[in-house]
């Protein structure tokens, strides 16, 4: 299985990052390929909103977040982690799935596969369950067509060197692809 992990925190070796590096790696003692990609190394523009892409041509922004996204469709699983900032996921992750809308628009391209998700966050357990169920439900269910595999969520955080069953958990996730 061909796996695409976006870890969306600008900032590497954070929290985020250790529990993805932990989840490919019970992923690929399963023998999966994955390929990582940190946000913060990428140049993503804004979707435009030009609807090339519903034309069944490729979007008009040439760059990574069209190599991103082309490599996402040809995948068969997907980990997105993010830390909430403010209420949501990162704003340069945001501007990415954004740009998922360049390839579940497209009508030569079908979707379908299991994403796994991450969230880091200072809230206590519970708070941001509203805010992970839509993120769930838009873009993964209603335009990728994906099945949710598992949710790692971890709240109240501090280092997670400090919470060994969230780094357990995290591996345990990626055991399941």
């Known amino acids: 299985m061909k796996i695409v992990a976006l870890m969306g925190s600008p900032r590497k070796n954070s929290n985020t990052d250790v529990l993805v590096d932990e989840m490919i790696r019970g992923a690929e003692e399963n023998g999966h390929i994955v390929t990582k990609y940190c946000i913060g190394d990428l140049v993503v523009s804004p979707c ?10 490729d979007c008009v922004l040439d760059d990574d977040g069209l190599r991103v996204t082309h490599e996402i469709a040809e995948s068969d699983a997907l980990v997105l982690a993010t830390p909430i900032y403010f209420g949501q996921m990162t704003g340069a992750l945001k501007v990415l799935v954004d740009r998922f809308f360049g390839i579940t628009n497209n009508p030569f391209i079908n979707l379908d596969g299991k994403v796994a998700l991450i969230f ?18 838009q873009p993964f269910r209603m335009n990728m067509h994906y099945d949710l595999l598992d949710i790692v969520d971890v709240g109240d955080l501090g280092n997670v060197y400090n919470q060994p069953d969230k780094l357990v958990e995290a591996y345990n996730v990626g055991k399941k692809f």
């Not at 880091?120 to 439900?137: A, C, E, K, N, W």
């Open 48 to 57: 435009r909103a030009c609807g090339t892409c519903i034309s069944g041509r």
């Open 120 to 137: 880091t966050h200072l809230g206590p357990r519970g708070y941001y369950d509203s805010y992970i169920d839509l993120t769930v439900v």
